[in-house]
């Protein structure tokens, strides 16, 4: 089994409620994340504890579905997600703080691929922390915009 960690910040031009409410909407995420072609939100309402959300990912060439529960959901200050499937587990989230007119946006989170795998795996858990840092520029760039 390959497990890596994730741990990136930005500080994005926008004020915090603004900056929550557009990562609380799921289908924003296709807009920043890096190969997730569809994001919607499975069970109906507001998001909260319990919200399941279906991804839907374009990886090496092949479409990957795998659906997550936000495990936490506190509105202007934090939203976490996990997921289990056959290939990986994950655990992870933001964090949302003020900064003057300013949000701080703070990611942590976990993946471990499973040992069928294989190299493959290693691989993946390896990109884990450059592509979050991707993603959170794109998201960046398209607040700011």
Known sequence: MARSTADVQVTIDRPVDEVFAFMA???NNVQWQE???SSVQVTPGEPGVGTQVRYVRSLMGREVTTEATMT??????RLRM?????????????????RG???????????STRPL???????????FQTQMEGD?????????A
């Open 25 to 27: 909407r799921y289908d």
């Open 35 to 37: 190969g997730v072609t």
């Open 72 to 77: 936490a959901c506190d509105a202007g200050r």
């Open 82 to 98: 996990h997921s289990e499937t056959a290939l990986f587990s994950y655990d992870g989230g933001y964090d949302f703080s003020a």
């Open 101 to 111: 007119g300013s949000t701080l946006v703070h990611y942590r989170g976990e993946i």
């Open 117 to 127: 795998l294989g190299l493959l795996g290693r691989t993946l858990a390896g990109r």
């Open 136 to 144: 959170l520029q794109r998201l960046k760039k398209l607040l700011e």
